[in-house]
């Protein structure tokens, strides 16, 4: 089947589309003609989430699922959390600004403990006029924050996440072992499960 998940991010979108496989079409909002810089107001993950979610349904009528992500640091009181992406200020997203204000802050600490947390909202079109669907998902990873960044692949904050169990960070396992373990992946399993279970079947 076809979904618009409401991101331009070319990370993202490959991610997702490797962790659904062939099962589902994943359009992006370039694909829907959406350039449009929708809101991100809300003070949690979930209401970003639902928020972008409910933009594309309102303006597109089309099924959809939006995500939000942020790094919670126990040592910062769960910051930067909602703010992952622009913790640093500025303008877009700027990852070595973002991690390096990370590393600062957490400079001198022995508490490095972590976990990257990502909340999908679905909403889900009834094509035969009944009452839409709307869910959300989960998805979480704990770890910790190393002091300095290692690895080449991945993208955020992942050359200085560690996952619990791992020695090495997201960024030098590599996506293939990432996009088993990460909190995206669970969210998106949970996801695509509740999507399989709703008897959504393939475009084919």
């Given at each position: ?59 597109y009528g089309l ?88 690895g080449g692949e ?51």
């Amino acid at each position: 089947m076809k979904i618009v998940f409401a991101t331009n991010n070319s990370h993202k979108l490959a991610e997702i589309q490797n962790i659904l496989g062939e099962t589902f079409e994943i359009l992006s909002l370039k694909d829907i003609g959406c350039d449009v810089d929708i809101p991100e107001t809300g003070k949690t993950l979930e209401e970003n989430a639902m928020q972008k979610a409910e933009y594309i349904f309102k303006h597109y009528g089309l099924s959809v699922f939006a995500d939000d992500t942020g790094l919670e640091v126990d040592a910062l009181g769960g910051a930067p959390g909602v703010y992952s992406a622009r913790y640093a200020g500025g303008e877009g997203h700027d990852s070595e600004a973002n991690m390096a204000k990370l590393l600062a802050e957490l400079d001198g600490n022995d508490n490095r403990k972590a976990r990257f947390r990502t909340v999908i909202a679905l909403i889900l079109k009834d094509e035969n006029g009944g009452n839409d669907t709307v869910k959300e998902f989960e998805g979480i990873v704990n770890g910790s924050i190393i002091r300095e960044r290692r690895g080449g692949e991945g993208f955020g904050y992942d050359p200085v996440f560690c996952p619990e169990g791992y020695e090495k960070t997201f960024a030098e396992l590599g996506n293939d072992i990432k996009n088993q373990i990460s909190h995206r992946a669970k969210a998106v399993k949970k996801l695509a499960e509740y999507l399989l279970e709703c008897g959504v079947k393939s475009a084919e």
